[in-house]
């Protein structure tokens, strides 16, 4: 019923930046609230930003707060996620969500998942 697409990953140094975009079609009509988690190997899957369709309000991890700015176009129905300042510890596969509830950051609450995208950042 929906589908989203990851792009823009790939491999950086520290200090780079990336822009990571999810395109989503389908029954988008239906979505409050889209957002970006990753999972790095032998860890569980984390909240890393979130946005509103209505209104654009946001939310971040504090991990990545002052980092990262995650906005959207509604009218291309998609959302970047732009990576500044980028660490080692943001190598992870990230994935874009859809949700139909009101949260940001409760993962089981997201009804769609993306294929993931890697980042990479090198020291």
């Known amino acids: 019923q929906v589908q989203l697409v990851e792009s823009g990953g790939g491999l950086v140094q520290a200090g780079g930046s990336l822009r990571l975009s999810c395109a989503a079609s389908?029954?988008?009509?239906?979505?409050?609230?889209m957002g970006w988690f990753r999972q790095a190997p032998g860890k569980e899957r984390e909240f890393v930003a979130g946005?509103?369709?209505?209104?654009?309000?946001?939310y971040y991890a504090d991990s990545v707060k002052g980092r990262f700015t995650i906005s959207g176009d509604n009218a291309k129905n998609t959302v970047y996620l732009q990576m500044n300042s980028l660490k080692p510890e943001d190598t992870a596969v990230y994935y874009c969500?859809?949700?139909?509830?009101?949260?940001?950051?409760?993962?089981?609450?997201?009804?769609?998942w993306g294929q993931g995208t890697q980042v990479t950042v090198s020291s």
């Open positions: 969500a859809a949700s139909s509830q009101i949260g940001f950051n409760i993962k089981r609450e997201y009804d769609y």
């Open positions: 389908g029954r988008t009509f239906s979505l409050n609230v």
């Open positions: 946005i509103r369709w209505s209104g654009g309000r946001t």
